[in-house]
């Protein structure tokens, strides 16, 4: 039997039953998200907002050729790898004085040449720290060597300049880029993945070695060579000291190089023959080191990304006049 309409327990009903209906109403808004039509969109929306993010994020890494920041222009003119110059099997160890200051084991060295320019009315400073190499996978690496490199350039002043980073090869990096920071901006430069046997690539704009090195070649000064030869690139470390007979230690002794080595290959002048060895080393192999006949692979270091053109020109110059009767080495017979 029901309360009349008027009892207490008929308004208290009432007010229960609203209570209810109204606590259905909440609980269906609150779960209008979970509707299959309301999930598909709220899940397109945020693949949308990722897309978009990492579309943003990619657009900020696109690589240039040239920057500006802050009126300071900076302009990647090339990029070359040094081959990781440390390891020729466990057969040889070389001397630290014949490559100072190279990579470690595993890793190689990428050389990033800079143009800079001013073109603002002020002084801008170049700073080397600013730079980053920076892989896909893994940390970035800042530049390295004692002078990273700074300058101040005057208004409307340009200038040349190089930054040096070692990558360690043997893990995985993905795509290489060279960031540069400067205050609240960035720019990215692209750098070319390392390369095995990068020396025996053309250089840039170059279809092939012409068959006389001298005419590629700047002039030589064969007093800057010989500086060259004995205190830079540290020759003598190996092949000893021209002038002094049997001073070799390891490579073949250069004492008559410049008449011995226009014999080694059948048609190929002797400066070229020089030329291309100081590029690859395993181009020819000599046929008499100390102790005996050289072996193959050859333990001379790949000077090819390290000597400039003036550096070779010089280097062949010194190394041509090296004719002295009075300082004997085999020659070898005309290759065929």
């Known amino acids: 039997m029901s309360a009349p309409p008027d009892s207490p327990a008929a308004g208290r009903g009432a007010e229960k039953r609203r209570a209810l209906r109204q606590a259905r ?5 609150l779960r209008w998200w979970t509707r299959p039509g309301v999930l598909v969109f709220l899940g397109a929306v945020a693949l ?3 897309g978009w993010g990492l579309l943003v994020h990619s ?4 690589p240039v050729e040239e920057a500006s920041i802050d009126g300071l222009d900076v302009r990647l003119d090339d990029a070359r790898w040094i081959l990781d110059q440390m390891e020729h099997g466990d057969n040889f160890q070389k001397p630290a004085v014949m490559m100072p200051d190279l990579p470690s084991a595993g ?5 990033a040449y800079l143009a800079l320019g001013n073109r603002t009315k002020e002084v801008r400073e170049f700073h080397g720290e600013e730079f980053y190499l920076v892989p896909e996978i893994g940390e970035e ?3 390295i060597g004692a002078v990273l490199g700074e300058a101040k350039l ?3 002043q340009t200038l040349n300049t190089a930054l040096h980073f070692d990558l360690d090869t043997r893990k995985p990096y993905g795509k290489l880029l060279m960031e540069w920071r400067r205050g609240n901006r960035t720019a990215y430069f692209a750098i070319p993945e390392p390369a095995e046997h990068y020396h025996l690539r053309p250089r840039k704009d170059e279809v092939a070695l012409p068959t006389d090195a001298r005419l590629l070649l700047p002039i030589g000064n064969p007093d800057r060579g010989g500086d060259l030869y004995a205190k830079v690139y540290g020759c003598a470390a190996c092949h000893g000291d021209p002038r002094v007979p049997a001073s070799n230690n390891l490579g073949p002794h250069l004492g008559a190089i410049g008449r011995t080595a226009a014999g080694r290959v059948r048609g190929m002048p002797g400066p070229q023959y020089i030329y291309q060895s100081i590029l690859e080393p395993n181009a020819f192999i000599s046929p008499v ?3 005996g006949p050289c072996q193959r692979p050859s333990a001379m270091p790949d000077y090819s990304t390290l000597v400039n053109l003036q550096d070779a020109a010089d280097l062949l110059s010194y190394l041509l006049e090296l004719q002295a009767p009075g300082v004997q080495t085999a020659a070898a017979p005309a290759a065929k």
């Open 25 to 29: 109403t909440r609980e269906d808004a």
């Open 154 to 156: 005057a208004p409307g």
């Open 59 to 62: 657009v900020r890494r696109l």
């Open 48 to 50: 949308a907002a990722v």
């Open 141 to 143: 690496l800042p530049p």
């Open 289 to 291: 080191c100390k102790g």
């Open 107 to 111: 890793s190689q060295r990428v050389t």
